[in-house]
């Protein structure tokens, strides 16, 4: 009882303004340069992320591992403030193409086992350049003139997404 | 003598500095605050009057130079938009967008000179159209002279950063 008092009503001492600092500001750094928390807005990630969900963006993932296919990356615009929330599909080197809605790599059929809305999408083939990575979004049922995708740079990757 | 002198020293020193940063920074605030004002008025609320939207366009072409540099590779657009032609243009954006707002966020100016700056910032566009909610997201890169006192966006350029 007495812990769960201090807990709740803590004694307003200098010991407790530490803590607070202390904890305030390892949360800033935290959320700052580690863990980045966002918010989804658009449909271009459903059904795996929906309009209106939260996220974290894990920054050094890519510091200990290297991108591996079907990673959800965040890709940074001008800032860190607004990104796009895509998968990786291929890396370079790679040829890519839709036929009728399906992923061929390397003339490979890729079967994507997130994809739940299914699409007619056609896109030639076309080689992924050199220190680029190919991502698109989960949501195939949307217009593909409308979806953004496509290489970025790899420098553009903010971090991986848990969870 | 000595200890006046450092202590002279250090003030005039931190007047220099502080007055560096002020004078810096005000010409950034500026800059800052006219990308929040283009935003307000390239913006459109549900209903808005006309008169208000032409007054918005107006205020919104005065922020720019006139001409003004345009390029949007995926609409092979580049070249220079008068003030006339950038005014007729956000009508039409306008129209076809009636409730949209704009929001400049993740903003990086770079000055290199007095007189010029660089402007590296993402442009948010939430709204609704004929399909509904849209939630649209842009890299610029915009160009800002200080004309008369001054500072007017020279151009805007659409960073393609994502290639299909």
Request: proline share 4%; hydrophobic share 40%.
């Amino acid at each position: 009882m007495s812990f769960l008092k201090r807990f709740f009503l803590p004694e307003l001492n200098s010991q407790f303004l530490l803590r607070v600092i202390v904890v305030s500001f390892a949360s800033y750094l935290v959320f700052t340069f580690l863990l980045i928390p966002l918010k989804i807005r658009g449909k271009s990630m459903e059904p795996t992320y929906h309009d209106g969900s939260y996220a974290l963006c894990w920054r050094p993932k890519y510091g200990y591992t290297s991108f591996k296919r079907f990673d959800v990356v965040t890709v940074r615009l001008a800032g860190r403030h607004v990104m796009l929330l895509k998968r990786i599909i291929a890396f370079a080197g790679e040829s890519l193409e839709f036929r009728h809605g399906v992923l061929f790599i390397n003339s490979r059929q890729i079967d994507e086992p997130y994809v739940q809305f299914n699409s007619d999408w056609n896109l030639l083939p076309r080689t992924v350049a050199e220190g680029k990575v190919y991502v698109i979004g989960d949501n195939r049922g949307l217009d593909m003139k409308r979806h953004v995708f496509g290489q970025v740079n790899m420098q553009r990757i903010v971090g991986g997404v848990v969870p | 003598m000595n200890n006046k002198l450092a202590v002279y020293s250090l003030l005039i020193l931190c007047v220099v500095v502080g007055g560096y940063f002020v004078l810096h920074s005000s010409d950034e605030q500026q800059i800052k605050k006219n990308l929040a004002l283009l935003a307000e008025y390239c913006s459109t609320t549900a209903q808005e009057p006309l008169l208000e939207t032409m007054q918005k366009i107006s205020q919104a072409a005065k922020l720019c130079r006139d001409p003004c540099e345009v390029k949007i590779p995926s609409f092979s657009i580049d070249r220079e938009f008068t003030q006339q032609e950038f005014s007729q243009h956000l009508m039409l954006l306008k129209k076809q967008l009636p409730t949209t707002r704009f929001n400049f966020t993740d903003t990086s100016i770079i000055m290199p000179g007095e007189d010029s700056a660089a402007i590296t910032t993402t442009v948010q566009l939430k709204g609704t159209n004929a399909a509904g909610r849209f939630a649209d997201v842009y890299e610029l890169d915009i160009g800002a002279e200080k004309i008369d006192g001054n500072w007017l966006f020279t151009s805007f350029h659409v960073v393609e950063f994502i290639e299909k």
